[in-house]
């Protein structure tokens, strides 16, 4: 049995998680930075990531009763991701692995998503329907890579939603509210802006926001903003569930706690006689057990094994080669 500690430093949260090759979590602490007006400061995310990272570390070894000496590989996120937020990780892996020894794997955050989602779920071979702050993607595994079909051509979901949110007052992270506020709306007509596997939100939120300005509640604008995007991706989902002939898909990113978006997905999952996955709510998120479960699976593999490991802030996706799945 191999243990690997990963750390999680991308964006606004800084998380500790511990696994073993067999696929048991050991440890899982996580620290997220929240403000109640405006959005994420990378630097001020990367000040809380410093001033957090030693107290998370000793509670996880605390949570899985080991010593640091017992890790046998630590993971870290290289990338992609907010710069000042990957250095801390990047430093803070370097220091454990000094003290200790013992080899860094670097890893892709988005892969990391796809792996846990995979490892929980027990999915086979879906197409990922990836939606995060940054990252909106269609994702398969195809010729020995994770292949995207369809993106967002700007801003993703996830930060389409923060930012109509900080638009109308919500703070940061404003999903959970805009899904609070969704409940009690109706629909009122938003721009549908599908281009063949890609979609664009960018402009559907400068309508809504155009909407709130002119009068329209709150929670019909919130209610038309989540029905719109949710249905774009949905589209996009079943149309490459047809072109590759794959018969599952699973929802991942911080967006797949939304329950909307997943009742959407499963419907239309049902129609075509195709399963539907969603990741435990407690893992969509950013987390350093994803971190550390695709360490194991890299270091097992022969891949991506550094000495110290630079950031990538801007890594995409495809450009891994999935010799492991």
Known sequence: MMLCLGIESTAHTFSIGII???GKIWADQRDMVTTE???IIPSAAAAHHRQIKDKLIKKALREANLKLEEIDIFAFSQGPGLAPSLLVGKETVKELAQ???KPIVGVNHLVAHLEIGKLLTKAKDPVFVFVSGANTQIIAYEGERYRIFGEALSVGLGNALDKFGRGIGLGFPAGPKIEELAKKGKYVELPYSVKGMDVEFSGI????????KKGVSKEDVCFSLQ???FAMLAEVTERALAHTGKKEALLIGGVAANKRFNAMLRIMCEERDATFFECPMKYTGDNGVMIAWLGVIQYQAGYNIVKEGDINP????EEIPVTWF
């Open 227 to 229: 029905e719109t995007g």
């Open 37 to 39: 007006e405006g959005g």
């Open 314 to 317: 801007k890594w995409r996706v």
């Open 20 to 22: 073993d090759s067999t």
């Open 99 to 101: 003290k200790t020894n």
């Open 205 to 212: 939120v400068t309508h809504a926001l155009d909407l709130v």
